[in-house]
């Protein structure tokens, strides 16, 4: 019987380790570090974003419902409008015909940007070695040239008085452009904004797209070309298969960045001539600052960042159902 209740005694006690202590767990501490060690890692990044990116929102969103002018502002008012700059923004043509008028300047732009990055990006590919490095050296030049700087180089160029496009076009016979003016009508001052904006893009797009010919095995070409393939056919079959995610990926990012192109826009004309090329972050610009209206320049600008975010879910559910269409 003594000996029964040793042994239950026995199996009931809690094991101590050394010193009469129980063993710690350290396997387990050691994996909640570890679980908590990537969320500890992104903290800064996440505090950062909330603190210049989050908190502004709010006070954008704020602002947007009230009707915050310049008396307002010296007087220190805090006067609430609902949802009313909301409701004239949105029942204003102006809006509407500066959106239409946005959407189809990024359609354009993009197009023209893909179109001859995807040329240039192939370009580099058959280069040789030195005249690769030369024409990626003018590339990079071209995309490291601040927006402003850029911009005052092509006020310049397209200048109706000492502008050298002007000059050319006067020696090769076109003497009626000796003195035009590019920023004078709506479509000439796009035609300005469109080459500055594509000259700027190229770049990215072109060495982005060379990288991703790189990765191309050379035995898919000497395959193609053995079964009789042309080069339009080896384009089809072979490159642009390799080179999809890449062109979709790049054309997404470049939707981003023309559709909130502001500095070449309102540095070239300042949305004119009569506020016919203004697009919506100049519109919401014009509205805010120039008119004084920060409630509605608010207003505008969130609208803008919903419209963005449409055009891009549309592009993204399109590029979705296409890769499934092909799986």
Known sequence: MAVQLDDAVGKSAPRIGKGGAPPARSGSGSRRIARGAPYLLLLPAVAATAVFLGWPMVRNILLSFQNLNMKELIQHLTEWRGIGNYQEVLGSEQFWRVTLRTIVFT??????????????????????????????????????????????????????????????LDKLGWHSMAGYDWVGTQLSTFFVITVLIVWQSLPFVALNLYAATTTIPKELYEAARMDGAGTWQVFTSVTFPFLKP??????????????????????????GPDRLTETLPVYAFTEGVGNLHFGMGAAISLLTIVVLLAMTAYYLRLTLKQEEDEL
Do not use: C, H
Not at 109 to 133: D, P, S
Not at 139 to 155: D, E, G, K
Not at 249 to 260: D, G, N, S
């Open 107 to 168: 359609a354009v732009n993009v197009t023209l940007i893909m179109l001859f990055g995807v040329l240039i990006g192939l370009l580099l590919a058959r280069l040789g070695k030195k005249m690769r490095l030369t024409l990626s050296v003018a590339l990079v030049l071209a995309w490291a040239m601040p927006v402003i700087a850029a911009t005052t180089v092509f006020q310049w160029l397209f200048d109706s008085r000492y502008g050298v496009v002007n000059w050319v």
């Open 246 to 271: 890449f062109f979709l990926a790049t054309t997404f990012l470049e939707v981003i960045w023309v559709f909130k192109a502001f500095p070449q826009i309102f540095a070239i004309n300042q949305g």
